[in-house]
């Protein structure tokens, strides 16, 4: 998100994570300062694409950051060092039948969240949802946020997902009016919806 009163919008909804994407490809790249009047109680999350960790750091200090989240081919090294800054570690990982699950392992250590998201173009907002049965391959322990053409019909599909690791849902173009500008009244009925009966 970039738009100042977006945001301030969004955060009555009390979601558990705000992103801000900080990558120049991107459709929704913050490109210049925005304020972000969020409470404290929502977690500020910088998305990033094969970026150097001074580029990172210098976000962090800048927004203020709670989270980063890695979009590109970053390896559990290079997690484990965004760890050390004392962040919040979510890694994406584009999921296809061909994926293999046992490519993880060395990144549980390393990551609080992985993201399971769907093949595309771009590194994310694709609006492209991907088969959610292949979720039973994974084993692992850290748990996991689901993305990928996610929208407002799918709350029902979305709870019957039962995996013991599946923790949230990161959506983005299936609620938006235009790139970086979310439809609040979409978010407030999809929340309300997935919410309910948890």
Request: charge should be negative.
């Amino acid at each position: 998100m970039r738009n100042s009163a977006n945001i301030k919008e969004l955060s009555e909804i009390q979601p558990d994570f705000i992103g801000f994407i900080f990558h120049e490809k991107s459709s929704r790249n913050v490109s210049e300062t925005v304020l972000m009047d969020t409470p404290k109680n929502i977690n500020r999350v910088g998305v990033f694409v094969n970026e150097s960790k001074e580029f990172i750091i210098n976000k962090i200090k800048q927004y203020h950051l709670d989270y980063i989240q890695l979009h590109g081919t970053e390896s559990p090294e290079f997690c484990n060092e965004i760890k050390k800054l004392e962040v919040g570690v979510i890694k994406a990982f584009n999921i296809s039948e061909e994926f293999n699950f046992s490519s993880l392992n060395p990144y549980e250590s390393a990551c609080d969240y992985l993201l399971f998201d769907a093949f595309g173009k771009q590194a994310g907002g694709n609006g492209i949802t991907f088969n959610w049965k292949l979720l039973n391959k994974y084993k692992g322990e850290t748990p996991f946020l689901l993305s990928g053409g996610i929208d407002e019909t799918m709350g029902d599909e979305l709870k019957k997902i039962t995996h013991p690791q599946f923790v949230g849902i990161d959506i983005n173009s299936g609620f938006e009016l235009a790139p970086a500008l979310k439809n609040i009244d979409k978010i407030k009925c999809f929340s309300k919806s997935i919410r309910s009966g948890y």
